[in-house]
């Protein structure tokens, strides 16, 4: 069976993905240098202070203070964290 795209299935669920990804993308901010976000990933880190962007790696660093030190993550936002405070 294939997809409307021609592809097999396998590969039109990577694109219903793709998609879904790109909408939560979309609905959600991205953080700004001095902003307040609550990581919502599994890693559970509860609050942390948006200190440095770097747009070229597509990665921030954000110190989480409840756990004393500092934290590269991904920037661009597709549910992982939450702006509280810009």
């Not at 954000?62 to 590269?72: A, S, T």
Request: proline share 2%.
């Amino acid at each position: 069976m294939t997809s409307t795209f021609g592809k097999p299935d396998e590969d039109a669920g990577f694109i219903e993905n793709f998609s879904a990804d790109f909408a939560i993308a979309v609905l959600m901010y991205d953080a700004t240098v001095g902003g307040v976000i609550r990581d919502l990933s599994d890693d559970n880190l509860s609050l942390g202070y948006v200190m440095k962007i770097d747009e070229e790696t597509d990665m921030m660093c954000v110190g989480f203070p409840k756990f004393g030190y500092n934290k590269w993550i991904k920037w661009k936002n597709f549910g992982h964290y939450e702006q509280v405070v810009t």
